[in-house]
């Protein structure tokens, strides 16, 4: 059934006013004419879409009709196209539907021309549809357009009434008795959601069916079957803001400003290139600051960035929650940064106010040169959500607060690398000499390389010689491939897998299908390959994953920023946010079926409770329905005893899980390659020109461009290059690099000019192709 345009308004139906009127022959020449006209139905000329629709004048046929009027007509039926006669009701159904209202007489106003009855059995009464309204009537929208009289309308029925004396209205926000009436309805999803019922009618009409919702929950489905039952007219139609005119027009500017320290662009911060290294991205995070590739040493597009602000902020959560390093006198890590409750925490849920029944668990110190703790199974306590852990004060060092734990890890941070090289140079010593060729099929990437390693010939603790084969070569040709290159694009595709979701930070996913394919196993195994072979390592793993593998899941506290289920954050907010024992047992009748499913239903004895119940869906969320997931992917890591060193040395292996490696600079590249054979000394001057060069940005290419033109990777693995990456001069146009070796040829040139229009050439080029063929499969 066609729906009436809409205009915004508001009435008043206990003020409603009939106007005896008699119809009269309409001048369809004088303007204005249908505003003065009457509707053959109600014999009103009154104009007021929110009360009775839009009218609607037929000058071809002389004939006013209110939408409404026509639509709830008791003996017509729309039986034409849109485009005929009124809304598809045919003229002569029209006048045939008056004809037989004229002989029934209105219950209210005692006059003819009564065309709505009662659907109720037995029920005789017949009133126009003003008249309906006046004595509050209900008229149902839907299905076949019900009419339900004074006597016989649906109500809609409260088992327990604890609401307050009064409660604000969430539309206007006045003051109502909460009391279901005709005037008064209460929401069906949330128990303490009151309207006043013109006030729905209004917001219905401007929302349309595609947004008119709960105003508390968001609610649809469930929200507008009982509205629609209870009367309210929902139109098919857009949001009346949707239909404005450029409503949006601000949104469709992009922000391009360069808000880097150092703009690097010769151009100015507001010149933008597209498909150039002076593009400008965005923050990934608020979108309201920006840089120029080149200024952020960013590869692409593509690639993540975040202003300064943001990353302050990501850092300082991570670096609150930072991992003592175990065997030092240091106390056990801190979960949360305040000494004390009722203070905001990290996780943005707040802690325990004060005077609640909640205590405080403290871990024992670690002791021991660089001993594993045992686990423990936590008492069960009373505790609440944040779960905070203090730690025990060394009697001979001070107690940190986070921002100096975080300072003390950026200081140590040289530490942490040089000690993770060395225990991944030890899980090295376990690869034989022995080769063993993997074949990779370009074409499918992810799954050649897991035909690879599930091979049974297969043996991780042999040398991977990596094979490219293409199956549309009839000769089988096969080409050597760089392992490290192999290994960098292998833990790409393992991030933007469906195995693990998240945005900056991933957790694991519970995927059914990947389970039942081992994948999970398979991932886990290609992380401590990639690891111990001299790839790449991970970089995208959360604190909580990470603290699960190390400590385990029982000695882990998730945050919510691990949820990335916004049905369930939404869930754990509105838990947080209840202000009595009412509201929280009310949330706990809405999601019912979900707590029952989850396990976490539970007896509510006061307000403090909510925390246990917020943490309990927080913990099954994150780490206890993966948990099937998370120990196939430990029993893979377990492959060349990469957990048990993670177990063993957490503090090492934080940094390269969770975070990703540094920016390259010109010195780093410029230490990284060595000169293995008399060089052109010239050419080797030109060398660290460019390097600084591509650093200031006054070159087309990037420092990972050259890092990846020469070795296949983008950054350098935690054990370094292995053969180490050398430089060599050679009489040629243009660099040549071999990945294979790690080598990178240069070529020997007279003027600097020359030799920067040659690498610059070579270096884009070369990988813009790699570009286009790795697009294939990842």
């Known amino acids: 059934m066609a729906c009436g345009a809409a205009r915004e308004g508001k009435s008043d139906t206990a003020s409603l006013e009939l106007l005896p009127s008699a119809p009269r022959k309409m001048n369809e020449s004088k303007p204005g004419g249908s505003q003065n006209s009457t509707c053959v139905f109600c014999r009103k000329n009154d104009d007021c879409p929110i009360k009775y ?48 209202a004229s002989k029934l007489k209105c219950s209210v106003c005692k006059k003819t021309g009564a065309s709505i009855g009662c659907v109720a059995p037995r029920c005789k009464r017949s009133y126009h549809f003003p008249c309906g309204l006046q004595r509050e009537c209900i008229f149902q929208f839907t299905g076949n357009f019900a009419s339900f009289c004074w006597k016989h309308r649906p109500v809609q029925i409260i088992t327990s009434n604890n609401c307050r004396d009064s409660l604000l209205c969430t539309i206007c926000l006045e003051f109502i008795e909460p009391i279901p009436t005709y005037s008064v309805l209460r929401s069906p999803c949330c128990k303490n959601a ?159 106010p004060p005077g609640s029944n909640v205590r405080l668990l403290r871990l024992p110190a670690l002791a021991g040169e660089f001993q594993k703790a045992k686990k423990h199974a936590l008492p069960n306590t009373n505790v609440g959500i944040n779960d905070c852990l203090l730690e025990e004060s060394s009697p001979k060092l001070p107690r940190q607060s986070p921002g100096d734990q975080c300072k003390d890890l950026l200081r140590q941070g040289s530490k942490f690398r040089r000690d993770i090289s060395t225990l991944i140079i030890e899980l090295g010593f376990q690869v034989k000499k022995r080769p063993k060729k993997v074949f990779i099929n370009k074409a499918n990437f992810w799954n050649s390389a897991l035909d690879g390693f599930r091979n049974q010939n297969f043996n991780p603790s042999y040398t991977i010689e990596i094979v490219y084969v293409n199956e549309n070569d009839h000769f089988g040709r096969e080409q050597p491939g760089s392992k490290q290159e192999f290994l960098s694009l292998l833990m790409q595709q393992l991030e933007n897998s469906s195995l693990f979701e998240g945005s900056l930070s991933k957790n694991l996913s519970l995927n059914s299908q990947a389970l039942k394919e081992n994948l ?87 307000i403090s409770d909510k925390y246990m119940l917020a943490k309990d869906v927080l913990v099954y969320h994150v780490i206890k329905r993966v948990q099937a997931p998370f120990e196939s992917f430990k029993q893979g890591l377990k492959t060349l005893g990469v957990l048990e060193k993670i177990q063993t040395y957490p503090e090492a292996f934080f940094h390269i899980f969770c975070h990703k490696p540094e920016n390259l600079s010109a010195k780093i590249l410029s230490d990284l390659f060595t000169v293995h054979t008399l060089s052109d000394v010239q050419t080797l001057g030109f060398w660290n020109s460019y390097l600084q060069a591509v650093e200031d940005g006054k070159s087309t290419v990037t420092m990972e461009d050259i890092l990846i033109f020469a070795t296949g990777c983008k950054s350098i693995p935690p054990a370094g290059f292995k053969p180490n990456p050398s430089i060599e001069c050679l009489h040629m146009d243009f660099p040549v690099g071999n990945k294979c070796d790690n080598c990178l040829a240069l070529p020997i040139t007279s003027t600097y000019k020359e030799f920067q229009e040659s690498m610059d050439f070579a270096i884009k080029n070369t990988l813009r192709l790699e570009k286009e063929e790795n697009s294939h499969f990842i």
Not at 74 to 97: A, C, H, N, P, T
Not at 299 to 305: A, K, L, V
Not at 308 to 334: D, F, H, K, M, T
Not at 528 to 552: E, K, M, R
Request: hydrophobic content about 35%; glycine content about 6%; proline content about 4%.
């Open 53 to 100: 629709g839009e009218k609607k004048t037929n000058e071809k046929w002389n004939l006013t009709v209110h939408y409404y009027c026509l639509l709830m007509s008791s003996g017509i039926w729309q039986r034409g196209k849109e485009e005929e006669g009124v809304y598809g009701f045919l003229i002569e159904d029209i006048r045939k539907e008056v004809t037989r």
């Open 194 to 352: 009151w309207f006043h019922r013109d006030c729905l009618q209004v917001q219905a009409i401007n929302a349309g069916v595609f947004f008119f919702r709960c105003t508390l929950c968001n609610n649809s489905d469930i929200f507008q079957k009982e509205m629609l039952r209870m009367g309210i007219h929902i139109p098919e139609k857009d949001a009346s803001w949707e239909l404005e005119e450029n409503a949006y027009q601000e949104l469709l500017q992009h922000y391009e400003h360069c808000d880097v320290r150092r703009c690097r662009c010769k151009e100015g911060r507001d010149y933008n290139v597209p498909d150039s290294k002076w593009e400008i991205k965005r923050c990934q995070c608020c979108g309201s600051s920006g840089t120029h590739l080149a200024c952020s040493s960013l590869q692409s597009w593509e690639q993540n960035w975040e202003c300064c602000e943001c990353r302050s902020i990501l850092y300082s959560a991570v670096a609150s929650n930072s991992v003592q390093p175990y065997g030092l006198q240091a106390p056990a890590r801190l979960l949360c940064p305040w000494d004390s409750p009722g203070q905001e925490c990290w996780s943005r849920l707040p802690c325990p």
């Open 520 to 606: 999970y196993y398979e991932a886990g195994k290609m992380v401590a390959i990639s690891l111990v072979h001299g790839g790449p390592s991970p970089g995208f793993f959360s604190q909580t994953l990470f603290n699960c593998l190390a400590y385990g899941p029982e000695n882990t506290q998730p945050i919510v920023d691990d949820v990335s289920d916004f049905d369930v954050a939404q869930i754990m907010i509105r838990i947080n946010a209840a202000a009595t024992v009412d509201d929280l047992n009310s949330l706990i009748h809405d999601y019912y079926k979900y707590l029952e499913f989850i396990g976490c239903l539970r007896l509510i004895t006061s």
